[in-house]
């Protein structure tokens, strides 16, 4: 027991360890499920004194695995809706770039004068949540409702909606608007990660006509792509550009976040529908309040 209790890693304890990883399996059923699940990890590694780049930095590279597991499970949602990608992800990809540039170039005191703001504005869109995602529902019902309408219109009564289940959302159009939105979109998620999820989810559900469904599994992919394009742009940045001892990366970190997100993403549904999503996001909101304090805190006393 002794020798296990002497386990360390990045100057972290085998109890900061566990948490790290219990808070990486709830954050990847949340990003299934909800959104936002980086509100949890992040206010973990900086409660416990991890650097908020590198923290920002380690984290997002973690979660990549739980973000493909959960458009995994969105695969044939996300076959129904591929055109639109084609569009997206170039979008998606060079935001990514870009916000990662801004996170890894810029000095990490910008970041720590930002990331409170950053904070703030997603506990903001895990408020809304509800709210968002009620008007998000109920404008793909009118949508849907109208289609259902002009077909019945046309064809006999017997024909309804469920004899083409796809017809309406099968050609979903992507304008200059939506890319720009997915662009910056991605910005905000290479530079700062969290809630982008539920940013990304309340723009697809404005302007792009599919239903909430396929909606979401496009939304898991972008989420994915960006994580990815980021952790590659770190990758490069921190062995090209920076000295061993100036590196953000903390692979231990990243590796204890990836196993426990993919487990999260995992049984996220199963935890979605078996649990309260007022806990979910009290939980989220308090991990997130947490955070601010510490960055807080750290700012303006040092």
Same mark, same amino acid.
């Given at each position: 027991?002794?020798? &296990? ?5 990045? +100057? &972290?304890?085998?109890?900061? !360890? ?5 808070? $990486? ?7 299934? %499920? ?29 979660? /990549? ?15 129904? %809706? ?6 997206? /992800? ?6 990514? %770039? ?50 259902? +309408? ?6 006999? #009564?017997?024909?309804? #909606? ?13 304008? !200059? ?28 559900? /404005? ?41 953000? *990366?903390?692979? $231990? ?17 199963? %935890? +979605? ?14 991990? $997130?309040?947490? #955070? ?8 303006? *006393? +040092?």
């Amino acid at each position: 027991m002794e020798a &296990l209790s002497d386990i360390a890693l990045h +100057g &972290l304890g085998l109890e900061m !360890l566990a948490l790290i990883f219990v808070a $990486g399996i709830w954050a990847g059923a949340i990003n299934t %499920v909800v959104g936002s699940g980086t509100l949890v990890t992040f206010p973990v590694l900086v409660a416990m004194g991890v650097p908020p780049v590198s923290a920002t930095v380690s984290n997002a590279m973690g979660l /990549i695995a739980g973000n493909f597991t959960g458009a995994w499970g969105y695969r044939r949602e996300i076959r129904q %809706v591929k055109s639109v990608l084609i569009k997206l /992800i170039p979008a998606s990809v060079l935001g990514g %770039v870009i916000g990662a540039a801004l996170l890894i170039t810029l000095p990490e005191e910008v970041f720590g004068r930002v990331a409170p703001i950053l904070i703030v504005v997603s506990l903001i869109f895990v408020l809304a949540q509800p709210r968002l995602s009620a008007w998000v529902r109920a404008r793909a019902a009118r949508r849907e409702a109208g289609t259902e +309408g002009s077909v019945q219109s046309a064809e006999p #009564a017997t024909q309804d #909606a469920s004899a083409e289940p796809s017809k309406t959302p099968s050609m979903p159009t992507v304008s !200059l608007v939506l890319m720009l939105l997915v662009f910056a979109a991605g910005i905000y998620g290479g530079y700062f990660v969290a809630a982008q999820g539920i940013l990304l989810m309340g723009i697809l559900g /404005i302007f792009l006509m599919a239903n909430i469904q396929q909606a979401n599994g496009v939304k898991n992919l972008l989420v994915a792509v960006v994580n990815l394009t980021a952790a590659i742009s770190y990758v490069l940045v921190d062995y090209l550009l920076r000295e061993p001892d100036e590196r953000v *990366i903390l692979w $231990g970190i990243v590796a204890i976040i990836a196993v426990a997100s993919t487990l999260g993403g995992l049984i996220g549904a199963w %935890v +979605g529908r078996r649990l309260s999503p007022l806990l979910l996001r009290a939980v989220i909101v308090t991990l $997130g309040l947490v #955070a601010l304090f510490v960055m807080l805190r750290n700012l303006f *006393i +040092g």
